[in-house]
């Protein structure tokens, strides 16, 4: 697959402070790509490099194998969506939508209008006053505005930010939709999980300005290379341990079978096992005894917590077992993640 964007050593910094540190990374064609991170972690600063609102300190930009470093803005074939849709309140809905193309004198407006409005939904929506159009309704015109010119890359920054948690779990499948159908790449910044575990194809997890994990949504769930990223996405319970040798490991003062290998023996390891893959089963048949102290009704699941081995455990099950009642822990070998110890968390 060809590259379609590639981020080379990119650093930036203003005065002293540096927001990016050497940032590498690769975005396919038609890829959908998120940002991941807290505030500050630099996530916006490399979207804002890639659209040619900044320019990076040190480093490089290529776009299909050419360098876009002196390509202002308006050259790049991008467009940007962002949290506040700035959209035009003196126009409705299809004048909107139209502007790019008018500014661009092409033909055919009305048609593109149409199409476009009815990839997001707004299929009759023209003539409408965007004032009097939903926070959700208004974020689909601002899209449709973006996708209207045929962009090569659609960035979007927070694009969900502003919406109710309802609409926005809908327009987080909407989105991913209509990336499948228009074909092209997505460049997606957020601080919320759940939205790039939902929509995204490859996750950039970031932390002060380093890239610290790229991978497929369920390789950076299921098997983060660093505490950061263990603790950052979802919920996990985090314990130190050592490896006496390869498929074993001692933590919580338990020896356990797990699946991981090529560690030195006797390295100290930082385990990572999420909630729900902790069984509570019978105190004499779990690897671990312990007592829950706290539940919590979540919905779909209970939320308790076990003191169990001097460690409080964090435990998700469909079945409650009461406060105060002592309970055994299972932890299947294959559900078990071990990583190297790392301090403050190591780039990509």
Same mark, same amino acid.
């Given at each position: 697959m060809?590259?379609?964007?590639h981020?080379?050593?990119?650093?930036?910094?203003?005065?002293?402070?540096?927001?990016?540190?050497?940032?590498?990374l690769?975005?396919?064609?038609?890829e959908?790509?998120?940002?991941?991170?807290?505030?500050?972690?630099?996530?916006?600063?490399?979207?804002?490099?890639?659209?040619g609102?900044? @320019?990076?300190t040190?480093?490089?930009?290529?776009?299909?194998?050419?360098?876009?470093k002196?390509?202002?803005?308006?050259?790049r074939?991008?467009?940007?969506?962002?949290q506040?849709?700035?959209?035009f309140?003196?126009?409705?809905?299809?004048?909107?939508?139209?502007?790019?193309?008018?500014?661009?004198?092409?033909?055919?407006?009305?048609?593109?209008?149409?199409?476009?409005?009815?990839?997001?939904n707004?299929?009759?929506y023209?003539?409408?006053?965007?004032?009097?159009?939903?926070?959700?309704q208004?974020?689909?015109?601002?899209?449709?505005r973006?996708?209207?010119?045929?962009?090569?890359?659609?960035?979007?920054?927070?694009?969900?930010?502003?919406?109710?948690?309802?609409?926005?779990?809908?327009?987080?499948i909407?989105?991913k939709k209509?990336?499948?159908?228009?074909?092209?790449?997505?460049?997606?910044v957020?601080?919320?999980?759940d939205?790039?575990?939902?929509?995204?194809?490859?996750?950039?997890?970031?932390?002060?300005?380093?890239?610290?994990?790229?991978?497929?949504?369920?390789?950076?769930y299921?098997?983060?290379?660093?505490?950061?990223?263990?603790?950052?996405?979802?919920?996990?319970?985090?314990?130190?341990?050592t490896?006496?040798?390869?498929?074993h490991?001692?933590?919580?003062?338990?020896?356990f079978?797990?699946?991981?290998?090529?560690?030195?023996?006797?390295?100290?390891?930082? =385990?990572?096992?999420r909630?729900?893959?902790?069984?509570l089963v019978?105190?004499?048949?779990?690897?671990?005894?312990?007592v829950?102290?706290?539940?919590?009704?979540?919905?779909?699941?209970?939320?308790?917590?076990?003191?169990?081995?001097? =460690?409080?455990?964090?435990?998700? @099950?469909?079945?409650? @077992?009461?406060?105060?009642?002592?309970?055994?822990?299972?932890?299947?070998?294959?559900l078990?993640?071990?990583?190297?110890?790392q301090?403050?968390?190591?780039?990509?």
């Amino acid at each position: 697959m060809e590259h379609c964007i590639h981020l080379v050593d990119i650093t930036k910094t203003f005065g002293r402070a540096t927001v990016l540190d050497r940032i590498n990374l690769y975005i396919d064609e038609n890829e959908f790509v998120t940002l991941l991170g807290p505030s500050g972690c630099g996530k916006t600063t490399t979207l804002r490099i890639i659209g040619g609102f900044e @320019s990076p300190t040190q480093g490089d930009i290529l776009f299909r194998g050419s360098s876009w470093k002196s390509v202002p803005p308006h050259r790049r074939k991008v467009n940007t969506v962002f949290q506040r849709y700035a959209l035009f309140p003196n126009m409705n809905v299809a004048d909107n939508v139209a502007f790019g193309l008018r500014v661009n004198r092409q033909s055919g407006i009305s048609q593109k209008v149409a199409e476009m409005l009815k990839l997001v939904n707004l299929d009759g929506y023209q003539n409408r006053s965007v004032t009097s159009l939903s926070g959700g309704q208004q974020q689909r015109v601002a899209i449709a505005r973006a996708l209207v010119n045929k962009p090569q890359v659609l960035l979007l920054d927070e694009p969900l930010g502003a919406l109710d948690l309802k609409l926005r779990k809908e327009m987080q499948i909407e989105l991913k939709k209509m990336q499948q159908q228009v074909g092209i790449t997505f460049v997606y910044v957020t601080h919320d999980q759940d939205e790039a575990l939902t929509m995204s194809d490859t996750i950039a997890v970031m932390n002060e300005g380093r890239i610290l994990q790229i991978g497929k949504p369920e390789d950076i769930y299921n098997e983060p290379k660093n505490k950061f990223v263990a603790q950052f996405i979802g919920e996990s319970n985090l314990v130190p341990g050592t490896m006496p040798e390869d498929g074993h490991v001692i933590f919580a003062g338990t020896p356990f079978r797990c699946v991981d290998s090529g560690f030195t023996p006797g390295e100290a390891v930082d =385990v990572v096992i999420r909630p729900e893959d902790i069984a509570l089963v019978a105190p004499e048949t779990g690897a671990l005894t312990g007592v829950v102290c706290h539940t919590q009704f979540k919905g779909v699941h209970y939320e308790m917590q076990v003191e169990a081995a001097g =460690v409080n455990w964090k435990v998700h @099950s469909t079945v409650l @077992s009461p406060v105060g009642k002592t309970v055994g822990m299972h932890i299947a070998p294959e559900l078990i993640h071990v990583m190297r110890k790392q301090h403050g968390g190591t780039p990509c």
